[in-house]
Structure formats: structure tokens, C-alpha cells
T-cell receptor, first 111, second 117 residues
């Protein structure tokens, strides 16, 4: 079981869009439509932003969107706001023998 | 509404066994199709999955921790537990319990565990 690969950092100016990638394999990201994204502010509990690749829980702004192509999932934040500055983690289902695969996290900075 | 609450000693000595319990309210540990898991986060570092137990009792562990981890569930108390043996300073972290399925995780508030003599 290998971790999902995320860029350590990403940045953008207020109002811009930024995309964070999450690369796995055909055994996890590419094999299932079960990628979720979490936002974590310092000292806080991770918050679910996207589940099942593209779905947004109630209360999450539509500025947040998810997608997938092959073995890479992506989180796009449009119209960046200061409060979007946080760490973002992706998690994928990895099948019945390895149900959880985590990404290493990306620190998003709003310039 | 589902709530998960971690409990345990905040300080553990090196070489000893870390024991944590997660108490579940607003849901049942015997609910079908859910996993009950532990995730940790060392200071200033990323999230790391420790392991999970399926409602059927099957356990899944992070290969890097497998030799030291035991996760169990007590459905009569609606709790599940983590034991991590032979701890070192590297095991110092916030430990989260969570309910999850293939789609998403629902997290507890987390508990800071420090390994120090």
C-alpha cells in the first residue's frame, strides 16, 4: 500500500483558481470513484469538502470542485478566499484488502 | 447526530503500550458497511492512517505499524479501541478516531498523546 502523491504546496491570489492533484494507481484512485478531500486548518479537525470524486456535502461552497482522470484526482478551488488557506488531504478507497490510502497533504497558501 | 470521543492517558512512557478508546454516540459500532478507524497526526506533519476494523470484525492495519497495532471493538459498550505497543517519541501525535466507509471519513475531535519519560 503506497501513499497517494500530492504536491507539498500550492498557492494563488485572492479570486484566482488553484488545483491540487492527488496521484495514485489503478488499484486505488483509478480503480474506484471513491476519492474524498479534506480541509484542515491548524489545530482543527479535518473537514470533508468532496466525496466520491465530485460530490459536495451540504454547506461546502460550490467554489470547491473535484474531478478525476485516470489515476489522478484533483481538487479545484475557484475564487480563492483568505479562509481557504489550509492543508488539504486526499483519501482513496483501495479495495477490500486495503480500504484506506492517504495522500501526504498539500499546504494551500492564499497570497 | 453521530459523535465520536477519544479517551486515554495523555502521556505514555517509551517502550510502554498506548491504549486509546473511542466512544460512539448517535450511531452503532455494529452498523453494517462501516469501518471504525484510527488516524494520527504528529506535530507539524500530515495525517497517517493507523488502522481500521470493519463491522464484521475484520481488521486492517497500516503495514508500517502492523507489528505493533491492535484494534478491537466492544459493541456492548459501543466503543472501539487502539493499542500501540513499544512506543517511542515518534509515536507522539494527535490521534483521531473515525467512522468511515469507501466514500468518506467522519472524525472525532482528536486527543494529543505524548510519549516521554
Amino acid at each position: 500500500q503506497s501513499a497517494l502523491t500530492q504536491p507539498p504546496s500550492a498557492s494563488g491570489s485572492p479570486g484566482q483558481s488553484v488545483t491540487i492533484s492527488c496521484t495514485g494507481t489503478s488499484s486505488d484512485v483509478g480503480g474506484y470513484n471513491y476519492v474524498s478531500w479534506y480541509q484542515q486548518h491548524p489545530g482543527k479537525v479535518p473537514k470533508l469538502m468532496i466525496y466520491e470524486v465530485t460530490k459536495r456535502p451540504s454547506g461546502v461552497p460550490d467554489r470547491f470542485s473535484g474531478s478525476k482522470s485516470g489515476n489522478t484526482a484533483s481538487l479545484t478551488v475557484s475564487g480563492l478566499q483568505a479562509e481557504d488557506e489550509a492543508d488539504y488531504y486526499c483519501i482513496s478507497y483501495g479495495g477490500s484488502n486495503s480500504p484506506v490510502v492517504f495522500g501526504g497533504g498539500t499546504k494551500l497558501t492564499v497570497l | 447526530q453521530l459523535q465520536l470521543q477519544e479517551s486515554g492517558p495523555g502521556l505514555v512512557k517509551p517502550s510502554e503500550t498506548l491504549s486509546l478508546t473511542c466512544t460512539v454516540s448517535g450511531g452503532s459500532t455494529s452498523s453494517s458497511s462501516y469501518y471504525w478507524g484510527w488516524i494520527r497526526q504528529p506535530p507539524e506533519k500530515g495525517l497517517e492512517w493507523v488502522g481500521s476494523i470493519y463491522y464484521s470484525g475484520t481488521t486492517y492495519y497500516n503495514p508500517s505499524l502492523k507489528s505493533r497495532v491492535t484494534i478491537s471493538v466492544d459493541t456492548s459498550k459501543n466503543q472501539f479501541s487502539l493499542k500501540l505497543s513499544s512506543v517511542t517519541a515518534a509515536d507522539t501525535a494527535v490521534y483521531y478516531c473515525a467512522r468511515h466507509n469507501a466514500a468518506a471519513f467522519y472524525w472525532g475531535q482528536g486527543i494529543l498523546i505524548t510519549v516521554s519519560s
